[in-house]
């Protein structure tokens, strides 16, 4: 579905991303690790349009997209959820799940999809008139989540869903990635929470300073002894 080849991603003349080749499959959760700085967001970014590449592609479903806008990304199918719970704080939640929607013409569908949201999330169906920067920030995860899910995506984006959330939030943000998936959504997500996105993983990668250092599956790079000792503290 996804094929990265070669990508180099910088920021002036600092390169964030060097050189990295990767796939997703369809149907596949797959998840990327690594430290602060290595590089994680910046090749979600690149996928979304947000960081166009200097170099390399970017092909989804067999089709060019390195040099796509956004706009387009979008409208193929991809949804990216960035990092930091970015909602719009002066909307209500309903309307911030209306933006995720914004190309969708299907009425009915968007009107539905909607209510499976609240009904899913009945936090959030309390509070739907509600502003969304008043909101705790395991209840702007949920929402910024919804978000993107209601554009249907066919590839959904998740960087760093359970940075910074209260451990009740971490296991129910990750548990929505999971249904995301068998909800027929193919998954890349970059986690920090680095033992809980191996474990509940297809295939991950590892990333170092901006390169790919490993790759395999989740069991696999549970059991290596180098990922062990640097990012599972085991």
């Known amino acids: 579905m996804l094929e990265i080849d070669n990508i180099v991603c910088r920021y002036g003349k600092v390169d964030a991303v060097k050189g990295v080749?990767?796939?997703?499959?369809?149907?596949?959760?797959?998840?990327?690790?690594?430290?602060?700085g290595a590089g994680k967001s910046s090749t979600l970014k690149a996928i979304s349009g947000l960081l166009p590449p200097s170099s390399g592609t970017i092909r989804f479903e067999g089709e060019d997209i390195t040099r796509a806008s956004a706009q387009r990304i979008l409208s193929m199918g991809i949804a990216h959820c960035p990092e930091g719970r970015r909602v719009f704080p002066q909307m209500t939640i309903?309307?911030?799940?209306?933006?995720?929607a914004y190309r969708r013409k299907d009425?009915?569908?968007i009107k539905s999809d909607m209510e499976r949201m609240f009904g899913?999330?009945?936090?959030?169906?309390?509070?739907?008139?509600?502003?969304?920067?008043?909101?705790?920030?395991?209840?702007?995860?949920?929402?910024?989540?919804?978000?993107?899910?209601?554009?249907?995506?066919k590839l959904a984006l998740f960087d760093e869903p359970s940075?910074?959330?209260?451990?009740?939030?971490?296991?129910?943000?990750?548990?929505?990635?999971r249904q995301v998936r068998a909800d027929g959504a193919t998954v890349l997500m970059v986690e920090q929470n680095a033992y809980a996105a191996l474990d509940m993983c297809d295939r991950a990668y590892l990333y170092e300073?901006?390169?790919?250092?490993?790759?395999?599956?989740?069991?696999?790079?549970?059991?290596?002894?180098?990922v062990r000792k640097a990012y599972l503290g085991a």
Not at 21 to 36: C, D, M, P, Q
Not at 95 to 100: C, F, R
Not at 125 to 141: D, F, I, K, P, V
Not at 214 to 226: C, Q, V
């Open 209 to 226: 300073s901006g390169s790919l250092a490993l790759e395999g599956t989740g069991k696999d790079m549970i059991d290596d002894p180098h």
């Open 163 to 177: 940075l910074g959330l209260a451990p009740n939030f971490v296991e129910k943000t990750l548990e929505i990635i």
């Open 94 to 100: 309903q309307e911030n799940l209306e933006i995720g």
């Open 120 to 153: 899913t999330f009945t936090r959030l169906a309390e509070r739907r008139n509600q502003m969304a920067g008043t909101l705790s920030g395991g209840e702007q995860q949920m929402l910024a989540i919804c978000r993107a899910l209601m554009s249907r995506p």
């Open 107 to 109: 009425k009915a569908g």
């Open 21 to 36: 080749s990767l796939k997703v499959r369809k149907g596949e959760l797959v998840t990327i690790i690594g430290a602060n």
